[in-house]
């Protein structure tokens, strides 16, 4: 069985201008699983991505759509998930605008991750409402 890597860049946030910097290979974490949780790793990222798995979405019907998630934490998270290129901002020249968002192409390559992290949940879930024979 062959393995192949895909190269991902992640980037470091400072709060000073709202820029970013991009972290060298070197500076890259040594373990994967580090990797995704530097990109996805908290849980309004997790939800939005959920979401757009779904397809294209707009901002208010995002912020509906996840309790609690107040307007500026949904807007620096989505900023962060566009600059991570796992998802793609299209702006229509209206007025008002419109704003629609929706996954990249690397941002779909998360679905088998999202479909087993459904799987283990569900599983869960089961578990402790003591289905299937499992104990609490």
């Not at 479909?115 to 569900?122: F, P």
Request: glycine share 8%; aromatic share 8%.
């Amino acid at each position: 069985m062959r393995v192949t890597y895909t190269r991902i860049i992640i980037y470091t946030r400072f709060e000073t201008k709202g820029g970013c910097l991009m972290l060298t290979k070197e500076e890259l974490p040594a373990c994967p699983v580090a990797t995704i949780v530097a990109l996805v790793g908290n849980k309004w990222k997790l939800l939005i991505i959920r979401n757009l798995l779904g397809g294209t979405q707009r901002f208010n019907e995002m912020r509906r759509t996840i309790p609690g998630i107040s307007q500026k934490v949904l807007t620096d998270n989505l900023r962060e998930l566009e600059h991570d290129e796992l998802i793609v901002r299209k702006v229509y020249a209206e007025v008002p605008p419109r704003v629609e968002y929706s996954l990249s192409d690397l941002g779909k390559t998360l679905q088998p991750v999202f479909d087993s992290m459904i799987a283990w949940g569900e599983k869960y879930q089961a578990m402790v409402k003591g289905e299937n024979g499992l104990s609490q």
